[in-house]
């Protein structure tokens, strides 16, 4: 297991695997009636109790400096704003597409990371961003022209997803708090959140509505598992990949969502999407190269 926890390629996948499962998820709760701010919340609010309690059982809490500005920072850019967004833009451009939104982010982040020199990736880690970003234009050509009503605003709404998402990257690599742990961390980070995500849903709706959570059980609970492994090991795969690295989840996450939209969700894409998602894999296979390159 610590061989896979020190493993940057591995914990990559994962992680990605997990996000990306997040799309089709999300859209089946949307389905039955969950607000989209409401299942933000319980996201952060299950994963940051269960890596609460991996945190407790590893120590006593450790008292970084900052700490607490780094948590609440942290899950305003990374969960908040981007899972909002997420789960608003779902219904409207497909899960398979929003997975795509995770696709530029890592373009962004390595923009920013050589900009403020933090952690920049070498030569061949930007050709295999670069060769994903070609792969996410590629899909989003070919997906754009199937989204209905309303598309344009819905698209450059969900543009707004890798921007924040960026952001997010840089600031835990440069805001860390010394000595903190990654799960102590993920645990604090979520669960700052949920006073955000409970606002914008109370102050949606009017009211907390938790009668469509009693209709899936089942659905909670894979989200649970879900979002719960991908944060133990994003943490982790932040210390020690950093900023750009990290941001190739999206790469990975973009994948998988394509194929849980297809083959649990109905969702069709024409053939240029297909040849897309193959120019990501191999984007995929250069940074995961380059993380071992020096």
Avoid: H
Avoid at 47 to 52: E, K
């Amino acid at each position: 297991m610590k061989k896979l926890y020190d493993n940057p390629s591995a914990l990559l996948i994962i992680t990605g695997v997990g996000l990306g499962l997040n799309f089709p998820l999300g859209k089946l709760a949307l389905a039955a009636g969950i607000s989209a701010p409401l299942w933000a919340a319980y996201i952060s609010l299950g994963a940051g109790i269960v890596l609460f309690v991996l945190a407790r059982a590893q120590g006593p809490f450790f008292a970084a400096p900052g700490i607490g500005r780094f948590s609440v920072i942290s899950g305003f850019l990374s969960y908040v704003m981007p899972n909002l967004l997420v789960y608003s833009v779902i219904p409207k451009i497909g899960s398979g597409f929003t997975g795509l939104m995770f696709a530029l982010s890592p373009v962004l982040t390595a923009l920013l990371s050589v900009i403020l020199n933090v952690r920049p990736p070498n030569r061949l880690g930007l050709i295999g961003i670069a060769l994903g970003l070609v792969g996410a234009i590629t899909i989003a050509l070919g997906r754009a022209g199937s989204v209905e009503g309303g598309g344009a605003f819905w698209l450059m709404l969900g543009f707004l997803i890798p921007c924040f998402l960026a952001v997010g990257n840089i600031y835990r690599t440069v805001g860390w708090p010394k000595g903190a742990t990654p799960v102590q961390l993920g645990s604090l980070t979520n669960l700052a959140a949920v006073p955000f995500l409970l606002a914008v849903s109370l102050a949606l709706a009017g009211k907390f509505d938790f009668e469509p959570f009693a209709k899936v059980p089942w659905l909670l609970l894979a989200q649970l598992v879900c979002s719960t492994l991908m944060l133990v090991m994003f943490f982790r795969l932040q210390q020690i990949g950093g900023p750009t690295y990290l941001s190739q989840i999206g790469y990975v996450g973009a994948g998988v969502g394509l194929f849980a939209g297809v083959a649990f969700l109905g969702e069709v894409y024409p053939i240029s999407v297909w040849l897309g998602g193959a120019i990501i894999v191999a984007g995929i296979a250069i940074s995961t190269w380059s993380a071992r390159s020096p």
